[in-house]
């Protein structure tokens, strides 16, 4: 049941997803879909192509049929979803990745009826697929090839048509995942002026991790960028993260959505529970409408279509355009409508330094058990509400995900993480020094819970 978690299904090729798992998977699946087709794409790992093997043989044997883009990024195989094929329009997309894990990993992200299948509904599939008694047997292979691939690129070159030829020059880094795929022939067709590391996929990633949160991963596109450009760009392993870094910032997700959300007239903007307060503020200031959200691409998605939100971001680089584009998360979209606004003469570095200036953490994590991590957070809840005399005064607490405490001066987070055994923190404050004092509060009240679990 590891293998189930709250956004996808994620376990290590051979041991845990093997012909056996993954059959039962496809099968017990192709009961929830209504609708014929489903569309299956892959990422650079060598075991994808075995993995979809297997996955094709359980949903064929459920009784769907499905399309088969081959090697694609995740946010090709979710466009596929708005698309006709033939007079077809898929009833569900599955993407085979390991996203950023390492080279050993891989799993599913699923969308049915255009909407992210997660949560329960995985948890549900599980308990299904451990409860099945044989291997479902599957009929004739019933697989008909479409090219996504080159219906992507062609939208979203028609779509930034107005880029060509614009002079700036871009560097980026695909980290040997599938980025490649079409960053190449999009930059090409719009006539732009690159230089790319690490474009071709290779999924055992002999250059670096393909996590462009981790600063170390970021290393070599800083040196070229300091060389050779003016801005870069990195993606993680299924090109569904985005980094943006000029020669004075990387810029966070938070800060990616106050600027793209420039031109956008009053837009109502979602953020997840480790966006900076800066960008809520900045929302409300120029009229927009500020969501703080729970964590998760699936949980943003699910929330943008309730609120009909027109964009949302993660700090860790997700972002999602409903404004002029389909609602999902997509790095090589984002790296356009972010070229466009430098296209538009927005002077990125200028306009964040116009905002008020914080210290933020990264994420500093707590490491615990899967068993005990959410007994842990209802413990340090009922610890909040009697918190020690030398705690720092509380303002209010926001428990939409985890606590995000309001401070007088900042905020601190502790929520469990939905993938790992861990408690995440993050910490924000008017300067270094008193973010330390609310980090120092918080793993204090942390480690007493822990002491009193």
Sequence with gaps: MSIYREYDIRGIFESELNEQSVTRIGYALASKIQGEYVAVGYDARSHSPILFEYLVAGLNAGGKKVLDMGLVPTPVNYFTNYQEWDG??????????????????????????????????????????????????????????????????????KEFAHLKGMPTRIVYDCGNGVAGVVTEEIFKGLELHTKGLYVDPDGSFPNHHPDPSDEHNLEDVKALLAAEGDIAFAYDG??????????????????????????MDKPTVIGEVKCSQVMYDELERRGATAIMYKTGHSNLKVKMKETNADLACEVSGHIFFKNRYFGYDDAIYATL??????????????????????????????HTTEKEKFPLMEKIKELLKNPPADFPAIKDIIEVDGVRINFEDGWGLVRASNTTPVLVTRFESTSKKQAKVYEDALMALINEAKAKA
Excluded at 346 to 363: G, M, N, R, Y
């Design 88 to 157: 077809i329009t898929p009833a569900a997309s599955i993407m085979i990745t390991g996203s950023h894990n390492p080279s050993e990993y891989n799993g599913f992200k699923i969308t049915i009826d255009k909407a992210p299948f997660f949560g329960e509904e995985i948890y549900a599939l599980g308990r299904e697929c451990e409860a099945m008694q044989t291997l479902p047997k599957a009929p004739a292979r019933d697989v008909t090839k479409i090219d996504a691939v080159s219906r992507y690129i062609d939208f979203q070159i």
């Design 238 to 263: 299924d090109a569904d993260r985005i980094a943006v870094l000029t020669h004075k910032n990387n810029i966070k997700g938070d800060m990616m959505a106050l600027l793209y959300s420039m031109h």
């Design 337 to 366: 409508r972010m070229l466009e606004l430098i296209h538009d003469g927005i002077d990125l570095d200028a306009e964040l330094a116009k905002l008020p200036q914080v210290f933020s953490t990264e994420e500093i994590k707590v």
